[in-house]
């Protein structure tokens, strides 16, 4: 039994969650945003008829299933690896905050020294701010980029790690199916092996590998060199 479409909707929310507040604060990101606004509606095409597919003489029934439940939210919630790395994480954001607002302190100060000049900004003063202006949307903008894909890169090392224990489990168990909690209105709790996938993922993965706050992740992958110890989290947590 394989499960590759699981923990996708938890996992998604999870990733917002870590990089959300960044993503909000580059000029780069926000052009990007306001120049993919506009959606485009969808083209109505002609539908021509196709042959008629009649019913099937009757077949082998399948077996009756037995069917398993986890809890995508729960489980990343309780893993250790993702608490290590939300901290680390929530540091990083926060220092990109610290930034973002100092260089932007200090572009408004340049501005006021002009303005009380008493004078029009010369061609060469509007020139220089707009350099850094662009200098500062790069700068940030690829900051952002890396907090991002960093996330990326530790959340898919939980998923994957968990993708093979609900599968284990699902084999242990003899379950022939495993659907995510939120996709059944109504089940029993002894269908629900979230608990169990916890306490194995805990001991499986304590930590991940995370590039640490000044490596691209993009350069890392073409080099195809991957550290063999994780990241020590700023915050001294280990193992």
Do not use: W
């Not at 954001?93 to 100092?102: G, P, S």
């Not at 900004?121 to 952002?144: C, H, I, M, S, Y």
Request: proline share 8%.
């Amino acid at each position: 039994m394989r499960s590759s479409t699981m923990a996708r909707t938890g996992y998604a929310r999870l990733c917002g969650a870590l990089c959300g507040a960044a993503l909000a604060l580059t000029p780069v990101l926000a052009m990007a945003q306001d120049a993919g606004g506009g959606q485009q509606q969808a083209p109505i095409l002609p539908m021509p008829p196709v042959p008629e597919f009649k019913p099937l003489p009757a077949g082998t029934k399948p077996a009756a299933p037995v069917i398993g439940i986890f809890n995508t939210q729960q489980i990343m919630a309780q893993s250790t690896a993702v608490q290590k790395l939300q901290t680390e994480l929530g540091t990083r954001r926060e220092a990109l905050v610290r930034d973002v607002r100092a260089e932007d302190a200090q572009l408004q100060a340049v501005r006021q020294s002009i303005i009380k000049a008493g004078k029009a900004p010369t061609p060469e003063q509007q020139q220089e701010l707009q350099k850094r202006v662009n200098a500062d949307r790069t700068k940030f903008g690829n900051r952002n980029r890396i907090l991002e894909e960093d996330a990326q890169v530790a959340l898919n090392q939980v998923q994957r790690e968990m993708q093979q224990i609900v599968s284990a489990i699902a084999s242990a168990r003899g379950m022939t199916m495993v659907l995510q909690a939120g996709t059944a209105a109504l089940h029993d709790n002894s269908l629900d092996i979230s608990d169990q996938v916890v306490t194995y993922l805990n001991q499986a993965l304590p930590s991940v590998y995370l590039p640490g706050p000044t490596e691209d992740p993009e350069e890392i992958a073409k080099s195809g060199k991957y550290p063999v110890m994780p990241f020590q989290p700023t915050d001294g947590g280990g193992e």
